[in-house]
């Protein structure tokens, strides 16, 4: 029992090859705690490591996707000997760590949005490789409110939406909504809250559809080449698409096409 919830703090749910995992803390909004942050973090390592899933669905239980740090637990460190930094740096690192097994897993991994997400909510949201938002939720970066920058949420939102738009969430701490957040790129498509996890979902089994090593390769060259200057970024891609082309099962996609007829992929 973690958190006051006496089930797991992430569950997870197959379907066939698509891995939902569920943030399970409702009661407190699904903060990132600690146990929250390494609950995860374990989550994440074990599918990385399972080739017959191909994509990750990250969802939530209750009113809200994520609130972002569990604010009670980070005052409570105040009353260590040193004013809590030894466990705020523990947290944050413990906490970057896991937001960056998201770019570097195997298989894609969409965000399933509803209520809101805020602070490193929206840091994790960010961190997925796509996202869907049910309308009406919020996104904020909101920490500035309480005299708190989100400096690290930032790294995150300054990657997936343009660098001002993010710099004027992070020191206003105004929310947004699912439209916007759309219009600016921090969410793929929006969805009605009674369909939100079927839109999600038809969105996974069209990809999981696809070679999987295929998008294997091209998730690891899309994170690859996005820091690169013009030619190094060339130079990753080509190299990736080169080893791609001498798949068998991909000689056999290009084949299929050419003959007007669907792959032979096992």
């Known amino acids: 029992m973690k958190d006051g919830n006496p089930q797991p703090l992430v569950l997870r749910q197959d379907d066939g090859p698509v891995a939902r995992l569920i943030l399970n803390s409702p009661m407190n909004y699904n903060a990132l705690s600690t146990a929250m942050i390494d609950a995860l973090s374990d989550a994440l390592d074990e599918i990385a490591a399972e080739d017959a899933i191909r994509v990750v669905v990250l969802a939530a239980r209750g009113k809200a996707f994520c609130a972002g740090h569990d604010l009670r637990e980070m005052q409570g460190a105040r009353n260590d000997e040193d004013d809590g930094r030894a466990a705020y740096e523990r947290l944050f690192s413990r906490c970057a760590q896991m937001m960056q097994k998201l770019p570097a897993l195997p298989q894609p991994v969409i965000a399933e949005v509803q209520g809101i997400a805020t602070a490193a909510g929206c ?96 998730k690891r060259a899309f994170h690859a080449q996005r820091n690169l200057g013009l030619a190094d970024a060339y130079e990753t891609a080509g190299a990736v698409i080169c080893e791609n082309l001498l798949l068998p099962d991909t000689a056999e996609g290009i084949q299929a096409f050419l003959e007007k007829r669907p792959p032979n992929w096992d």
Do not use: Y
């Not at 996104?139 to 309480?146: A, D, E, P």
């Open 123 to 218: 840091q994790l949201v960010a961190s997925c490789d796509m996202a869907v938002a049910a309308e009406g939720v919020r996104f904020g970066v909101n920490g500035v409110n309480i005299g708190l920058f989100c400096s690290t949420p930032m790294v995150a939102l300054t990657r997936a939406i343009p660098p001002r738009a993010a710099f004027e969430l992070l020191v206003t701490g105004e929310f947004i909504d699912a439209r916007r957040a759309h219009e600016l790129g921090l969410v793929n498509r929006v969805a009605s809250p009674a369909a939100l996890e079927a839109e999600t979902m038809a969105l996974a089994r069209g990809i999981a559809a696809k070679l999987p090593a295929a998008v294997r390769m091209g």
